[in-house]
Every structure is written in C-alpha cells, then in structure tokens.
C-alpha cells in the first residue's frame, strides 16, 4: 500500500523489494518511483497485460514469462533470484557467497503452508528442503519444533499442520512479525518464548475459528444456491479458514 510505501521511503530507504505481492500495486509503486526509490517485485500472483513501473517485476505468472515455473509460491520465487544473484557475485567478485542450499528448509516450508501445486520443482524443494529442516541450524525453527511436541522426522504434514499454523497464528491472531522475529533469530532463550508464544497464539486461534464456524453454520440455508454469511464480530483473523471450510 501506499502508506506502507511511506513509512518505508521516509526511513531513508533506497530499494524496496515486495514478497508475495506488487504485481498490481501501480499506485504504491507510482508514488516510491516519483521519490526515486527503487522497487523490485517478487511475487507469484496473476498479472495484468501491463505491470506497474517497478525496477523490476519478478513473476512466472507475468503474461511474457517463459520460465514454465508458474506454481512457485513467493518464497521460490525470492529463492531463484538469490540464486541468480549468488551467481553474479561469483562471477564479479572473490566473495564468499553463502550457500542458499541450506535454506532450503525455508522454502519448503512455504511451498507445502501456500499450497502451490507440487509439480517437478516445487517437489525437489520439498524433498531437499526436509533433508535440511531435519538438521536444521535455524535455531528459531527448532524452538518451534520442540514447543511442538514433534519426535519424529518431521515431515510433509508436520509443515503444513503443525509448524505452518504456529507461524502463520501471530499474524491471525496476535503480532505478525513474530514468525519472523523467529526465524532470523539466534537468541536460543528468546526463541524459546517465542515459540511458546505462537503455540499459545495458534491454541487461542483454534479456539476462536471453531467459535466462528459454529456460528457461521448456524446461517448457512442449506437451500441456497449461494452461501452468504456474516457478522460484525467474527475476527477477521480467521474468517477465510472458515470459509474455506464452508
């Protein structure tokens, strides 16, 4: 949005990159361009004909794209243009880049938590990236696999399940940015509050989604050709798990 965009530009900022979304954000962009501030969209969404006027708009859901890589989620996406950049630097530089080979842990989190369809790629992802989340380094996600009670492997289902709505909770139900203070965090004690927050964050989210549902059941007419229910103090936290579920 817009006054995302300004709190951003007014920080002092000279690049912003947008994840997940910007592909048709040609206000916001229009407004960081006037100020001379770069944008660089990393996102998978559909796009329009015409693209906003970014530095640049990273999407294999752009109409001209040819890369047959249309079902990445975001962070694939944000992946292969690290990579491409490991490679310049490589070749520019003496550098010592790091090997993105070991978050792939990450990637396949989000792959299996957006639901993108598990084709050729996105399923390496998934099959190398659980090779490294089961000797993950990332302390933050070991805190929460820990507050999570998991004693196995962990697994497809564990992702999507169980470790994916614990992140996913803070921002439904309390503080978005704890999933990712989590996960970029090294602070073991920190991370252990953490993930005892977003495990209580995702019980209170439970709680509060069964609540909705019951209600919303309750106006369904099981006549109707469409289903249209509502209330003023269902949390909007939750109200797309619920409809998902109607």
């Known amino acids: ?50 693209l ?89 996600l070991l805190s929460l696999i820990n507050e999570s009670g998991i004693k196995e492997k962990v697994s497809c289902y564990h992702l ?6 614990r992140i996913n909770a803070g921002g439904r139900v309390g503080k978005s940015s704890k999933g990712t203070e989590l996960l970029i965090s090294s602070d073991k004690n920190l991370n252990f509050v953490m993930a005892k927050q977003l495990n209580e964050y995702n019980t209170l989210r439970k709680k509060i989604e069964l609540q909705v549902e019951k209600e919303a059941i309750r106006q369904v007419d099981d006549n109707a050709n469409v289903l249209c229910v509502n209330s003023d103090n269902w949390h909007p936290g939750v109200i797309g798990i619920v409809a998902s579920k109607l």
């Open 1 to 50: 949005s817009i006054e995302a965009f300004k709190k951003l530009i007014n920080s002092g900022v000279d690049i912003i990159f947008t994840v997940d979304c910007g592909t048709l954000s040609f206000e916001a962009i229009e407004y960081a361009k006037k100020r001379n501030v770069d944008v660089i969209v990393l996102d998978h969404h559909q796009s329009e004909i015409n």
């Open 160 to 165: 999507g399940y169980v470790i994916g709505p």
């Open 52 to 140: 906003p006027n970014a530095y640049s708009v990273v999407n294999p859901n752009r109409l001209d794209d040819k890369s047959n890589l249309q079902y990445l989620c975001a962070a694939g996406v944000a992946f292969f243009l690290l990579a491409s950049v490991n490679r310049e630097l490589k070749k520019k530089t003496n550098l010592c880049v790091p090997d993105l080979l070991n978050y792939l842990d990450l990637v396949a989190l989000a792959t299996v938590c957006d639901l993108v369809k598990l084709d050729l790629m996105n399923r390496a992802f998934v099959k190398q990236g659980l090779k490294i989340l089961n000797n993950t380094k990332n302390d933050g």
